[in-house]
């Protein structure tokens, strides 16, 4: 069921209105096209009598859409409280149609999302997703970090996900929404979409034209659901498996092993390296962007395993090894910026 809502301004209209122009620290960019707005509410699926977080309403843009779905109750989480005169408008507009919409100015990075739901939505993890949406068109600044962040979440089932498999519609720059999706072989295969394929089904769903926006982005935008897997395809803790797969791809292009061996000091590298692909049942000659997330789950396990055998193994430390290199040999010794590699990788 849809409903109009009562007569209020365009998003062109608002801003012009309350003089509000995108902040580029923020990385704001709004989206103009209400066809689009309509569309990407719409990939969330049927939202009347449901729980609904939208993450970075801004102007409104994807806020109308959903109201009009009646949802039993709508959170909007903003951190500019330039934006409060229209989100209150919404609000108001909502509550003349028996709804409501509660607005939180504060970060999302560090908003406690257990405490905007109530347990009588809670589900079973085996059952269907609660009746709980999260939908946002978020900044490309934090999106990276963001998603991490909630699929750690998602792997201790703790925020949102207390209440069950709760799932997500989002906005990312294109290159990262491809790289979610991205299937062993594919050339945008990466640790993103290692991480993200181990504990959700990410579905790219359509690609928004950079025209949408103002101010317009130097990219497209990609559309993406996430929902929590039933079993996810690792059952390592959540940091320690994503400390595996950051390092399998530090080098993109190499073989695989390469990559283990940055999990050992130099004097144990290669036989280490070497052992876990032969524990993990997988030729050492494999690329990176090869890899299933079951077969990095398997080098994960390996990597436990000769960990336990080897506790000081543990403290090691590439990186820091690699500056101490690098200080004691400028110029002598070429280093490969980790940082960089692994931002270059996700």
């Given at each position: 069921?849809?409903?109009?809502?009562?007569?209020?301004?365009?998003?062109?209209?608002?801003?012009?209105?309350?003089?509000?122009?995108a902040i580029k620290r923020l990385s704001q960019n709004f989206l103009m096209d209400q066809n689009v707005s309509k569309k990407l509410v719409s990939?969330?699926?049927?939202?009347?009598?449901?729980?609904?977080?939208?993450?970075?309403?801004g102007p409104g843009a994807l806020t109308r859409p959903i109201l009009t779905q009646m949802p039993k109750r709508v959170v909007v989480v903003e951190k500019d409280r330039r934006f409060k005169p229209t989100l209150d408008m919404l609000a108001e507009s909502f509550a003349e149609v028996n709804g409501k919409m509660d607005i939180l100015y504060e970060d999302i990075m560090t908003t406690n999302m257990e405490s905007l739901f109530q347990m009588e939505e809670k589900r079973s993890w085996d059952d269907k997703p609660p009746d709980i949406?999260?939908?946002g068109n978020l900044p490309f600044s934090v999106s990276t970090h963001l998603?991490?962040?909630?699929?750690?979440a998602i792997s201790e089932r703790q925020g949102a996900w207390t209440f069950?498999?709760?799932?997500m519609t989002l906005t990312f720059q294109k290159e990262v929404a491809e790289r979610l999706v991205a299937q062993p072989g594919e050339d945008?295969?990466?640790?993103?979409?290692?991480?993200?394929?181990?504990?959700?089904?990410?579905q790219l769903r359509f690609i928004i034209p950079s025209k949408a926006f103002l101010p317009m982005p130097d990219v497209e935008v990609g559309v993406v659901t996430l929902t929590p897997l039933v079993k996810p395809h690792t059952q390592h803790n959540f940091k320690f498996f994503e400390k595996v797969t950051r390092h399998?791809?530090?080098?993109?292009?190499?073989?695989?092993?390469?990559?283990?061996?940055?999990?050992?000091?130099m004097n144990c590298r290669e036989e280490l390296s070497l052992m876990m692909f032969k524990l993990s049942h997988l030729e050492p000659t494999i690329r990176p962007f090869q890899l299933t997330v079951d077969e990095i789950d398997r080098l994960a396990s390996a990597y436990k395993y000769l960990l336990e055998k080897h506790p000081e193994l543990e403290l090691y430390d590439y990186r820091a090894s690699r500056r101490v290199l690098h200080s004691s040999n400028t110029r002598n010794v070429v280093v490969e910026d980790y940082a960089e590699t692994e931002e270059a990788s996700i």
């Open positions: 069921m849809t409903i109009p809502l009562p007569l209020i301004p365009s998003i062109r209209e608002i801003l012009k209105i309350y003089h509000l122009n990939k969330a699926g049927k939202l009347e009598g449901k729980s609904v977080l939208e993450v970075g309403p949406c999260i939908i998603i991490i962040k909630w699929l750690h069950g498999r709760t799932k945008q295969r990466c640790r993103l979409s290692v991480m993200a394929q181990a504990y959700t089904y990410p399998m791809f530090s080098f993109r292009q190499k073989y695989s092993v390469r990559c283990a061996e940055t999990l050992f000091p």
